[in-house]
């Protein structure tokens, strides 16, 4: 006899893709596979690292067509009901934007965790903030889940970010306009030994901390941590629990990170294997 197990829980990234493996989809796909979950891309971008310019980021829209040719392929296969759980990472335009938000509103997932990717190393600052308001105008009203780093907590806000207090009332203010969980990350960039974030929901703060392990940023990071937080809630996990076991996903993660020639190192989904 054929042993039968629950099917595993489905996850969906519409994502970036970053070639080193370091970030984005990439990163993504292997989150939700260590995690246990049956993960899928929507590309939405290619990124290529340019060694000969400092490392800086090439970047190619996928047609905004292809993009709903992607979605429509998995909620085809897997409905709404089946796949209920959805991150959104790197959307690098104003099209790709509208074109998600439209994709995502006609399927209302019950989990939409968007990691709101601002700004790619190498792209013009113009660019960069249409990309920012229409995340803010389109995206940002449907997330169930936010999980803004420094600068993003910044820019959500409108609030100057230097102290855990100032991250914490960030997060609660990026939480009031959006009434999404959030996960706002202050990594290396806040000052002393502790990688702090700061969890905020309707049932209050949780700051989540653990040492940190050198002072320099990882790359993959952000990408795994919302990954990891959409696995979890795949699974059943309320928002706060997914806040905590990502973090410890990541944590493990950027203790085995991998060295390469660009200047940060990637993180290593593969950590809590001990
Ligand atoms: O870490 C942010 C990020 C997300 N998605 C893609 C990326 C990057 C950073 O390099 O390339 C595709």
């Known amino acids: ?27 993504d796909l292997k989150t939700f596979q260590e995690l246990g979950t049956f993960g899928m891309i929507a590309l939405t971008c290619i990124v ?6 400092e490392w800086n980021h090439r970047f ?7 993009i709903e040719d992607q979605i429509e392929a998995i909620f085809g296969n897997y409905g709404p009901e089946v796949l209920d759980t959805v991150k959104l990472g790197m959307m690098g335009s104003p099209a790709t934007i509208s074109t998600v938000a439209a994709a995502i509103a006609a399927r209302k997932p ?15 600052p113009g660019h960069a903030q249409d990309t920012d308001n229409a995340l803010k105008a389109e995206l940002l009203p449907l997330a169930t889940f936010v999980t803004p780093n420094h600068f993003e907590t910044e820019q959500l806000s409108g609030m100057k970010v230097e102290t855990l207090q100032d991250l914490q009332a960030a997060a609660a203010e990026i939480h009031r306009l959006s009434g999404a969980a959030v996960l706002a990350k202050g990594g290396v960039r806040l000052a002393g030994s502790e990688a702090v974030d700061v969890f905020v929901d ?10 940190k392990i ?3 940023a990882v790359s993959g990071a952000g990408c795994s941590l919302a990954a990891a937080v959409t696995a979890e ?10 806040a905590r076991r990502a973090k410890e996903f990541v944590t493990a993660g950027i203790s085995q990170r991998v060295q390469g020639n660009t200047p940060f190192d990637a993180l290593w989904q593969g950590g809590l294997r001990g």
């Open 1 to 27: 006899m054929l042993e039968t197990t629950a099917p595993p829980a489905m996850t969906l990234t519409i994502a970036g893709s970053e070639a080193t493996g370091g970030a984005g989809a990439q990163a």
């Open 48 to 53: 290529s690292f340019n060694p000969k310019d």
């Open 60 to 66: 190619v829209p996928v047609q905004t067509q292809v």
């Open 110 to 124: 019950k989990n939409l965790v968007l990691d709101p990717v601002l700004i790619c190393k190498g792209q013009e």
């Open 202 to 211: 309707a049932e209050g703060i949780e700051v989540l901390s653990a040492p």
């Open 214 to 216: 050198g002072e320099h």
């Open 233 to 242: 809630l795949a699974k059943g996990s309320s928002p706060r629990e997914a």
